[in-house]
């Protein structure tokens, strides 16, 4: 499978900045899936901006109806109009900043699926819940009542503890995470779960790309800070093996 580097803009940029992130873009890295979730404001004139390039995009949040009264929501087909492919769910910035629950994740990937969009669902403990040895079944936990039965997107696993930080586990603890990750897929999903693509999240810089990147299960990165630059954000995804 090709790996999928996605940048999480979050609540960063500006239209000004559109423009030179796509003219950089233009000399991505083939062998790879890209892939920016920008603020919704800079989705349509994103798309205009990355038409006929290699560059996917994706919403970073979506209600779980197609539409209704719900004000300072996004449906998933708004997002899909406004030519998202992707939508990130369950960040675990929206998971403390907003409440949203494992059953809250499920829906909200429901409805993305139903609009059309690949959405990419993310898990990870905290610092404490790793501390005594919860990581594994905190995780778990996550997947059985987050995903859908019958689930097909992508899947990223981001410890809240990496996110912002600087810090990342140790090689040995992503790809241990993966492993039960991937064992988990399969129990849930049956074959079904072979075919999910299982990102890392987590302070991902151009230094530490080619080494989590190559993790056994690691099927691309999810990036917070450092997909800001595009310069940063290729040399993420020139560190990825090619597929
Ligand atoms: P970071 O964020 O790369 O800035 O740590 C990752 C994320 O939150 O998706």
């Known amino acids: 499978m090709r790996q999928l580097i996605a940048g999480n803009w979050k609540m960063f940029g500006r239209l000004?900045?559109?423009?030179?992130?796509?003219?950089?873009?233009?000399?991505?890295?083939?062998?790879?899936?890209l892939l920016i979730c920008p603020p919704f404001t800079?989705?349509?004139?994103?798309?205009?901006?990355?038409?006929?390039g290699a560059v996917a995009l994706g919403g970073q949040d979506c209600h779980p109806s197609a539409e209704g009264a719900h004000t300072g929501d996004i449906a998933a087909p708004m997002l899909a109009e406004a030519g998202a492919a992707y939508v990130i769910l369950g960040h675990s910035e929206r998971r403390i900043d907003h409440g949203?629950?494992?059953?809250?994740?499920?829906?909200?990937?429901?409805?993305?699926?139903?609009?059309?969009?690949?959405?990419?669902v993310?898990?990870?403990?905290?610092?404490?819940?790793?501390?005594?040895?919860?990581?594994?079944?905190?995780?778990?936990?996550?997947?059985?009542?987050?995903?859908?039965?019958?689930?097909?997107g992508v899947v990223a696993y981001e410890p809240v503890w990496?996110?912002?930080?600087g810090c990342t586990?140790?090689?040995?603890?992503v790809a241990a995470m993966h492993a039960a990750i991937r064992a988990a897929l399969l129990d849930q999903l049956g074959a079904g779960g072979a075919k999910i693509l299982i990102?890392?999240?987590?302070?991902?810089?151009?230094?530490?790309?080619?080494?989590?990147?190559?993790?056994p299960e690691v099927g691309g990165a999810?990036?917070?800070?450092?997909?800001?630059?595009?310069?940063?954000?290729?040399?993420?995804?020139?560190?990825?093996?090619?597929?």
């Open 16 to 33: 000004a900045d559109i423009a030179g992130f796509a003219r950089a873009t233009r000399n991505a890295p083939a062998g790879v899936d």
């Open 42 to 52: 800079l989705l349509e004139r994103f798309a205009a901006a990355l038409a006929g």
């Open 100 to 120: 949203e629950s494992n059953a809250i994740v499920r829906a909200k990937t429901e409805a993305a699926i139903a609009a059309g969009l690949i959405p990419i």
């Open 122 to 152: 993310c898990v990870g403990e905290t610092e404490a819940e790793r501390e005594v040895g919860e990581a594994e079944h905190v995780v778990r936990s996550q997947l059985r009542h987050s995903l859908p039965s019958g689930f097909s």
């Open 162 to 165: 990496a996110i912002g930080t």
């Open 169 to 173: 586990p140790t090689e040995d603890d």
């Open 199 to 215: 990102l890392y999240g987590g302070s991902v810089k151009p230094g530490n790309a080619a080494s989590l990147l190559a993790l």
């Open 222 to 243: 999810l990036v917070g800070g450092a997909s800001l630059q595009a310069e940063a954000f290729l040399a993420i995804a020139s560190a990825a093996p090619l597929g």
